[in-house]
Every structure is written in structure tokens, then in C-alpha cells.
């Protein structure tokens, strides 16, 4: 596609259940970064990969957040056992080596 | 360890005017790229301009620019002839190799922007 597509673009979901959010990088791009938003905040680095392989994953902030991409494109960012606290935009960026390419972003609110 | 540091939360400017936007980062790895992003109200991150740590001259995209000191490890944002449509969150960023391979990116904690008529 012609941008990074992010998907879904809102989701609510009750406390204790399990997310899956999706990201679409723009095609050939090497890496792709996940980021969490909180309003009037910075982008908060999450994790991120080159083709297949997570190079970094220290910005997950506990073991309830995962993160895989499996063929080196499409990623998805999984949360178990969703808190309140997990409340946030949570970004997907996509790069062929500089400049990284952000999408809309996915709203998270856990009621 | 890779920092990167926006200490004015909330800057005012006079339409035509120009201003600056302050942004200070530390690695430790001898090559790495400045970005800046903005961020209007509707939420989308739209990048501005990018600067090398190798590049000798400032970069420079219209009327943004970025004033670039090497040495104070400072990677400013000089916006010309403010516009209204200027006022948003701006975000400074830079990408290093911390080591692992590849290229992490992070974000400072952004500056209101506040044009006035």
C-alpha cells in the first residue's frame, strides 16, 4: 500500500482480555518500529524490527506485551490480560533506513 | 545511552515571525541521523527535515531548517515566517545502532507550538 496501515483503527476491550493489534508497513521497507502515544506525549519507543527479527524489544513494558513479524512485513502487537494502564495510541512506523513513516495509529481504551 | 531531550513544553510565536525550537541528544554512536516531526491536532506524524551526524552543512526543507551543533550535542528546530497552520506538537528524534544491528529510533517529549494572528 502507499502508507503504513494500521488496523483496528479503535478498540475497546474489557479488562483481562487479550488485543491484537495489526500494522501494514509500507511494502520494502526494512524495519518497523511499534510505539505508544499518551496524549500531549512523545512517542514511546516499544520495540522494533529489521525483516523478521526483533532487534530490540526493551520498550515493552512488561511480559503481558508481545510483538512478532514472521515474514519480515506484516507485524502485529499483542497485549494479554489488558489494564487500564494499557489505555494509549499505540503507533506502527515503517522504514527503508532513515526516515521512518508512521501510521494512524490504533486507539486502545480498556474499560 | 541514546537520550534525547526537549525542555520547552510550550512556545508562543508571533505569525511571521520565526522561532526556535530547542532539542539536545547523547549517544554513544559516532553515526547518527536528527529528525523532526510534527504533529498537528488531527494526530498524524508528519516528518519535517533530517540531519546527519556526518552532513556539513545544516539541513534545510523551505522554511524549516535545522540548526545543527555537533560539539553541544544540539539539533534545533528554526521554523521562518511562522504561519498559523504552524501551530502544533513538534517532536525531535534521532536514530543511532545501539548495538544488535539495525537502527532503533526514539522521540524527545515533544513542544506545543502556538502561533498567534
Redesign the interface.
Known sequence: GAGVSQSPRYKVTKRGQDVALRCDPISGHV?L?W?RQAL??????LT?F?YE?Q??KSGLPNDRFSAERPEGSISTLTIQRTEQRDSA?Y?C?S?P??????G??SWLTVV | AQKIT?TQPGMFVQEKEAVTLDCTYDTSDPSY?L?WYKQPSS???I?LI?QGSYDQQNATEGRYSLNFQKARKSANLVISASQLGDSA?Y?C?M?DS?G???????????T?LFVKA
Open positions: 524495519s518500529y510505539y500531549g506525549q512523545g512517542p514511546e519507543f522494533y529489521n527479527a532487534q530490540d495510541m503507533r512506523a522504514s533506513g532513515d526516515t521512518i513513516y508512521f494512524e495509529g | 526537549q541521523g529528525f494526530g498524524e506524524m516528518f533530517y506538537m517532536f528524534a536514530r545501539p544488535g544491528g539495525g537502527f532503533k529510533t526514539i522521540f524527545g517529549a515533544g506545543r
